[in-house]
């Protein structure tokens, strides 16, 4: 069965920084574009990051280009999402997904499997 799961999300202050994995079991992660996502209630979910699986090229949403860092480990099958600079406009329920195919766009309809999403938040 194909499964991702998010963990690393919680409670942190503006300015914070926050690393969120992406553990994957049932096929092989770095075969496939790997992207997050985030929601809000009452929000469209929205493209964050992706990553390539052959290069490992890198993709972002302006919202968080020079702050947010998307990186893979081969051998752990982990995607992982490193947050820096955090505000509270940040505060989401994050998603990793997995995309149709290894070419990388932040849209929804190009991923099709996700995990459960870990919650995010940035308050003082």
């Known amino acids: 069965q194909v499964q991702l799961v998010e963990s690393g999300g919680g409670l942190v202050q503006p300015g914070g920084s926050l690393r969120l994995s992406c553990a994957a079991s049932?096929?092989?992660?770095?075969?496939?574009?790997v992207g997050w996502f985030r929601e809000a209630p009452g929000k469209e979910r929205e493209g964050v990051s992706c990553i390539s699986p052959s290069n490992g090229a890198t993709y972002y949403a302006d919202s968080v280009k020079d702050r947010f860092t998307i990186s893979r480990d081969n051998a752990k099958n982990t995607v992982y999402l490193q947050m820096n600079s955090l505000k509270p406009e940040d505060t989401n329920v994050y998603y990793c997904a997995v995309a149709r195919s290894g070419v990388c766009f932040l849209l929804k309809r190009a991923f099709s499997s996700w995990g459960q999403g870990t919650q995010v938040t940035v308050s003082s």
């Open positions: 049932g096929f092989i992660l770095h075969y496939y574009a």
